[in-house]
């Protein structure tokens, strides 16, 4: 067997050789990307004969989505190094475009507006965008085009980077469409000789990281319905929350609901409500034991965004149910959400994300509570197999 070769990497050079760079962010939205794709359909679905015309219509379409002009320059035109520029411009009068001017041959830094029909300021405007919507597919146009894995291709190549990078989802994966020009197709192999692909298989394709942030962050029709549903979930909840608004507590309520709790809830209530170190206000208190606290499903990104910070926190479960002991040593009562995640530093969590987190802790056994009543988190069953519990509890469990 042959012996290993000894790593020439300087001492210290490694992790930074490793460490591979951030992904850059995405340069479209989710609502940018369906604009884009539809900037696409709408040139495929022009008279055009050629890869050149159609490259071509792009760069005007966008350009003109706002007013119904699009400025050309020939310094513009000569820029996309199309095979046959006269050709192109032939083809776009031909689909009913107004070019009333010499692109080539005439002043080249003199802007020639050609009239698009189609998107004149009006009803039936086939790409209506606000000015930063526009301004942003624009942008990414140019960029996929002039990326360094396509930027020298030929037309061909140049418009299948923007129609595979406008079908990709965020994960960097996207399917072909149907409406792939032909031409398009036989770019496939350059694509993944470049790097602007990293894999083919059948119509499925994954993008190259090098250029994923180019990727028009498609989501299939199944996936639209799966968030359109999510949506309608989370508004259904949070009307029927409102409906149930509890009534305002007043002093009096609040006597009288305490009368008739039983001696270990009122001592419970009585120790948050004269809470030295707490000090709440009195509305505080009494709403938090008088109404029923309503769940409302988390979005998505909420879900999303706890993957993250739990992985930045392996250890949270044990700190948590550390923190409750000395708490309640301290206070007599136990944290609130909030207290809990402000006293062990989770900063900058939004009020669905300090709920999914201690959830997850309620449900892993790390904590537990008596629900619905407040200020009642303490160690659970995982924290008591541990041997972190309440002093009460430790004294028990050595009888």
Same mark, same amino acid.
């Given at each position: 067997? %042959?012996?290993?070769?000894? +790593?020439?990497?300087?001492?210290?050079?490694? *992790?930074?050789?490793?460490?591979? %760079?951030?992904?850059?962010?995405?340069?479209?939205?989710?609502?940018?990307?369906? #604009?884009?794709?539809?900037?696409? +359909?709408?040139?495929?679905?022009?008279?055009?004969?050629?890869?050149?015309?159609?490259?071509? &219509?792009?760069?005007?379409?966008?350009?003109?989505?706002?007013?119904?002009?699009?400025?050309?320059?020939?310094?513009?035109?000569?820029?996309?190094?199309?095979?046959?520029?006269?050709? #192109?411009?032939?083809?776009?009068?031909?689909?009913?475009?107004?070019?009333?001017?010499?692109?080539?041959?005439?002043?080249?830094?003199?802007?020639?507006?050609?009239?698009?029909?189609?998107?004149?300021?009006? %009803?039936?405007?086939?790409?209506?965008?606000?000015?930063?919507?526009?301004?942003?597919?624009?942008?990414?146009?140019?960029?996929?085009?002039? @990326?360094?894995?396509?930027?020298?291709?030929?037309?061909?190549?140049?418009?299948?980077?923007?129609?595979? #990078?406008?079908?990709?989802?965020?994960?960097?994966?996207?399917?072909?469409?149907?409406?792939?020009?032909?031409?398009?197709?036989?770019?496939?192999?350059?694509?993944?000789?470049?790097?602007?692909?990293?894999?083919? !298989?059948?119509?499925?394709?994954?993008? $190259?990281?090098?250029?994923?942030?180019?990727?028009?962050?498609?989501?299939?029709?199944?996936?639209?319905?799966?968030?359109?549903?999510?949506? &309608?979930?989370?508004?259904?909840?949070?009307?029927?929350?409102?409906?149930?608004?509890? *009534?305002?507590?007043?002093?009096?309520?609040?006597?009288?609901?305490?009368?008739?709790? !039983?001696? @270990?809830?009122?001592?419970?209530?009585?120790?948050?409500?004269?809470? &030295?170190?707490?000090?709440?206000?009195?509305?505080?208190? &009494?709403?938090?034991?008088?109404?029923?606290?309503?769940?409302?499903?988390?979005?998505?990104?909420?879900?999303?965004?706890?993957?993250?910070?739990?992985?930045?926190?392996?250890?949270?479960?044990?700190?948590?149910?550390?923190?409750?002991?000395?708490?309640?040593?301290?206070?007599?009562?136990?944290?609130?959400?909030?207290?809990?995640?402000?006293?062990?530093?989770?900063?900058?969590?939004?009020?669905?994300?300090?709920?999914?987190?201690?959830?997850?802790?309620?449900?892993?056994?790390?904590?537990?509570?008596?629900?619905?009543?407040?200020?009642?988190?303490?160690? $659970?069953?995982?924290?008591?197999?541990?041997?972190?519990?309440?002093?009460?509890?430790?004294?028990?469990?050595?009888?």
């Amino acid at each position: 067997m %042959p012996k290993p070769a000894v +790593s020439t990497v300087p001492a210290g050079a490694a *992790e930074a050789v490793a460490a591979p %760079p951030a992904p850059l962010p995405f340069l479209l939205t989710h609502s940018q990307g369906v #604009a884009a794709r539809t900037l696409l +359909s709408y040139v495929v679905s022009l008279p055009l004969t050629s890869a050149d015309a159609q490259l071509l &219509a792009v760069v005007v379409a966008i350009r003109a989505a706002r007013t119904g002009v699009g400025n050309l320059t020939g310094t513009d035109l000569r820029s996309l190094r199309l095979d046959d520029p006269e050709g #192109a411009v032939a083809d776009l009068i031909a689909a009913g475009w107004e070019v009333p001017g010499p692109l080539i041959g005439g002043e080249q830094d003199k802007p020639v507006g050609i009239l698009v029909p189609a998107m004149t300021p009006g %009803p039936g405007h086939v790409l209506p965008l606000g000015k930063d919507a526009r301004s942003r597919v624009s942008g990414w146009s140019m960029r996929t085009r002039l @990326a360094k894995p396509v930027r020298k291709g030929s037309s061909a190549v140049r418009l299948a980077a923007l129609f595979l #990078a406008a079908h990709c989802s965020s994960e960097l994966v996207g399917h072909a469409p149907a409406e792939l020009p032909v031409a398009c197709y036989g770019a496939v192999p350059t694509l993944l000789e470049k790097g602007f692909l990293a894999e083919v !298989s059948g119509q499925t394709y994954r993008l $190259g990281e090098v250029v994923g942030h180019l990727a028009g962050r498609f989501r299939t029709p199944e996936e639209l319905a799966a968030i359109e549903q999510e949506e &309608a979930e989370r508004r259904a909840a949070r009307e029927a929350a409102e409906a149930l608004q509890p *009534e305002e507590a007043t002093p009096e309520r609040w006597a009288e609901w305490k009368s008739g709790t !039983s001696p @270990a809830l009122l001592r419970h209530v009585e120790a948050v409500e004269q809470c &030295a170190l707490c000090r709440f206000p009195f509305d505080r208190v &009494a709403n938090a034991f008088l109404s029923a606290p309503s769940s409302v499903p988390a979005p998505r990104t909420v879900l999303d965004a706890y993957g993250t910070w739990r992985d930045a926190h392996p250890d949270c479960g044990r700190e948590a149910a550390l923190f409750t002991v000395a708490f309640r040593t301290e206070h007599g009562h136990g944290p609130s959400y909030s207290q809990l995640c402000k006293g062990l530093g989770w900063k900058k969590l939004s009020r669905a994300l300090r709920g999914i987190v201690v959830g997850s802790l309620l449900a892993e056994g790390w904590l537990t509570d008596t629900s619905p009543v407040p200020w009642t988190l303490r160690p $659970g069953k995982t924290a008591h197999a541990q041997g972190i519990v309440l002093p009460g509890q430790a004294a028990r469990g050595r009888r």
